[in-house]
């Protein structure tokens, strides 16, 4: 009789997986916007916030490829539940945080924790991606289709995290929110752990950690669209617009405080959950159904340059405006919910070409090397977030970030259709 383990996985070991990564993406979304906003309040400049978050995207970096080599070796179940329990401790390791000690213990302290919470954050990413590979039918997009529903999916989970968190803070504090959120993610660790069914690979022997770099060139050249794409979004998105928000929405009372909270955290729910939806949407969108690959990568070098006109008209209209007018704000809102209808198309078609170009038997390789890449361009955008917005403020931050939307396309404008079997140059 054949091991259970090694029998085809089943939708139900699809469920399951998801279903543990929503909860994972919920605390993960909560607690950007708790320490983002807990810090603001307390007076951390735009490049001090910025740092808190540099370990979390350094771990990540990290983490993406020896995950990738930890799944090939002992499975997938091995490193979402590994995940899920690094998060538990990340969050009541934060509860720890003495509001007595001095802003740098305070700063290395959080450093140190949100560092752990990338380890998680990307050991369970890593799991539930390459997941995919295995579980979704191949024929007429069904991989372009799952992949999308499990990235759209988790996206609008993390933006309601994001109002989650903003709104622990308002109501029951910083200290209160990691506790009960530790709580919940170490219930649903327990209930997936007891109700995983078999199916997904266990990891074969004898697999070295030299295998981890791909030797495929669209492989290669995709991560490095990866890098600049998220950095275009990062740059604004970690640090500078929810400051700028904060700055002209509060008036420095307790209750203008706790409104312009909700406030921040609702607009950047809203704009996840526009990205989920329309990453959802992208099959459709782009007709995956009946195009051929070759089309598809077409179309991600068009959607990338399409992408970079709107930070640079934004950046324009940033340098025009004699100060935070009201209609300067206006148009923000309007312009990044674009660039995030926009960014998702360009997101969706990556998640896609990186399951397409990589074999089965690599799959958790080259998609640690993908979201190492993804890690690398986060970090870069969360340091240059608080640091140009701290220089050059609006007007640099957006200029910026078209500047690295056009990386992308630059790196999108290599893929072949053909190149998969080619050595990485």
């Not at 490095?224 to 002209?248: E, H, K, N, S, T």
């Not at 729910?269 to 598809?296: D, F, G, H, K, M």
Request: net charge positive; hydrophobic share 60%.
């Amino acid at each position: 009789m054949s091991d259970p383990a090694d029998r085809p996985p089943s939708l139900s070991a699809y469920i399951a997986v998801t279903a543990a990564y929503w909860a994972f993406m919920l605390t993960d979304g909560a607690l950007r916007m708790l320490v983002l906003l807990h810090f603001h309040e307390l007076g951390f400049s735009p490049l001090q916030l910025a740092w808190l978050f540099v370990l979390y995207e350094v771990a990540g970096m990290i983490t993406n490829l020896s995950a990738g080599w930890i799944a090939a070796r002992f499975g997938l179940t091995s490193t979402l539940y590994a995940g899920l329990a690094l998060q538990v401790a990340a969050l009541v390791a934060l509860a720890q945080l003495d509001p007595g000690w001095t802003l740098t213990a305070s700063v290395v302290f959080v450093m140190a924790v949100q560092g752990a919470s990338g380890v998680a954050k990307d050991l369970a990413k890593m799991s539930s991606k390459s997941a995919v590979k295995h579980l979704a039918p191949t024929a007429q997009g069904g991989l372009f289709h799952w992949v999308a529903i499990l990235t759209g999916s988790k996206n609008a989970v993390k933006g309601v995290g994001f109002f989650l968190g903003a709104a622990l803070l308002a109501g029951i504090g910083f200290v209160a929110s990691v506790l009960a959120m530790a709580a919940v993610l170490a219930v649903i660790l327990v209930v997936v752990w007891l109700a995983m069914p078999p199916g997904l690979p266990r990891g074969r022997r004898g697999v070295q950690m030299k295998e981890v770099f791909s030797t495929s060139a669209n492989v290669n050249r995709l991560s490095a669209a990866r890098v600049f794409l998220f950095g275009a979004r990062d740059v604004w998105f970690v640090v500078g617009i929810p400051v700028y928000f904060y700055a002209v929405l509060s008036d420095g009372s307790e209750a203008g405080n706790r409104a312009a909270f909700f406030l921040i955290g609702g607009f950047m729910a809203t704009w996840t959950i526009l990205y989920a939806a329309v990453q959802a949407s992208a099959p459709r969108l782009l007709r995956a159904r009946t195009r051929p690959e070759a089309e598809l990568i077409r179309a991600a070098r068009g959607w990338a340059w399409t992408l970079a006109v709107i930070p640079a008209a934004l950046s324009l209209a940033a340098l025009l405006a004699p100060g935070p007018a009201p209609w300067l704000t206006a148009t923000l809102v309007v312009g990044l919910l674009a660039f995030g209808a926009v960014f998702a198309v360009n997101s969706s078609l990556h998640s896609y070409l990186i399951l397409a170009f990589t074999r089965a038997e690599r799959v958790t390789m080259d998609v640690g090397v993908y979201y190492m890449a993804n890690a690398a361009g986060r970090l870069a955008g969360t340091v240059l977030s608080g640091l140009s917005y701290q220089l050059g403020g609006l007007a640099l931050m957006l200029g910026l970030a078209a500047a690295m939307v056009a990386g992308a396309g630059f790196a999108a404008g290599r893929l072949t259709p053909d190149a998969a079997e080619e050595p990485a140059i």
